[in-house]
T-cell receptor, first 112, second 112 residues
């Protein structure tokens, strides 16, 4: 079993809709969770991080964490064509001290 | 402004040659990391460092080495380049604690 599982997609949503990206992880020692966005040919950029169970909102983005179910998600409201990218889920286990483990990413396509 | 830079952006080399990829950060971050990114595998950790004179192997370290002689630089050396090392290489840095990485812009390496 991979440490981090993401559906590779592509996930296609119409402009203005809510995009829901999901990630499951196997390491119960995982402490901190991150969502990165990566445009084609570019480097990953951090868009959200979450440490506690529940929801965390930042503009059009909401991260949701459920440690009991080992599940983290990213919701993008009012999706725009500029949101079309690959979204990488990652986590840190404090036992591995600052070392991020990444999923393979979900490709999101926002259609006009 | 603080930044993390990688050089070169593109490199073509021959099988068996030694290659060094540069990574330089001005964030004054203690932690530095090298990842490779390949289709279907996502980001995989090669080597990492938590400070000067500290280096550690990641999950795909065979054929690679790093050295950390100062806070700013973590060069990645391919001892004898192989075609399997054709990839996009990303350097990243982070501060102490559980915060996400800042990535460099990447180096696309082709081994022919």
């Amino acid at each position: 079993q991979k440490e981090v599982e993401q559906n590779s997609g592509p996930l296609s949503v119409p402009e203005g809709a809510i995009a829901s990206l999901n990630c499951t992880y196997s390491d119960r020692g995982s402490q901190s969770f991150f969502w990165y966005r990566q445009y084609s040919g570019k480097s990953p950029e951090l868009i959200m991080f979450i440490y506690s169970n529940g929801d965390k909102e930042d503009g059009r983005f909401t991260a949701q964490l459920n440690k009991a179910s080992q599940y983290v998600s990213l919701l993008i409201r009012d999706s725009q064509p500029s949101d079309s990218a690959t979204y990488l889920c990652a986590f840190i286990n404090t036992g591995t001290a600052s070392k991020l483990t990444f999923g393979t990413g979900t490709r999101l396509q926002v259609t006009l | 402004d603080a930044e993390i830079t990688q050089s070169p952006r593109h490199k073509i080399t021959e099988t068996g040659r030694q290659v060094t990829l540069a990574c330089h950060q001005t964030w004054n971050h203690n932690n530095m990391f090298w990842y490779r990114q390949d289709l279907g595998h996502g980001l995989r950790l090669i080597h990492y460092s938590y400070g000067v004179q500290d280096t550690n192997k990641g999950e795909v370290s065979d054929g690679y080495s790093v050295s950390r002689s100062n806070t700013e630089d973590l060069p990645l050396t391919l001892e004898s380049a192989a075609s399997s090392q054709t990839s996009v290489y990303f350097c990243a840095s982070s501060s102490m604690g559980n915060y996400g990485y800042t990535f460099g812009s990447g180096t696309r390496l082709t081994v022919v």
